[in-house]
C-alpha cells in the first residue's frame, strides 16, 4: 500500500483512490487481527498518502473543467 501510496501521490493520481480503499481494508484487517498481522503504520502512511493524491486528483479534475467551462464559453462570444 505504500508503494501504491505514494505513486498516488507523487506520479499517478489516478492510482491514489486505489490505495485509499485497499488501505482501509488491510487497516480493518490489521485491527480485526487482534494484533497478529504487523505493517499497521506502512500501511496507514500508504492510506493518508491514497487520501492526499485523490485530494490532489479531485482538484486536477475541477481545475480541468471550470478552464474547460470557461474555454467554451469564451468562443461563443466571438
Not at 505504500?2 to 482501509?24: D, E, R, S, T
Not at 484487517?29 to 487482534?34: K, L, P
Not at 498518502?49 to 480541468?64: K, M, N, P, R
Amino acid at each position: 500500500m505504500l508503494v501504491l501510496g505514494i505513486l498516488g501521490l507523487v506520479f499517478c493520481q489516478f492510482c491514489a483512490p486505489f490505495a485509499w480503499v485497499m488501505g482501509k481494508k488491510a487497516l480493518n484487517e490489521i485491527d480485526s487481527s487482534g494484533g497478529t498481522i504487523g505493517g499497521r503504520s506502512q500501511i496507514n502512511a500508504g492510506y493518508i498518502c491514497g487520501i492526499i493524491g485523490s485530494i490532489i486528483l479531485i482538484a486536477y479534475v475541477l481545475f480541468f473543467a471550470v478552464f474547460l467551462t470557461i474555454g467554451i464559453a469564451g468562443g461563443f462570444d466571438n
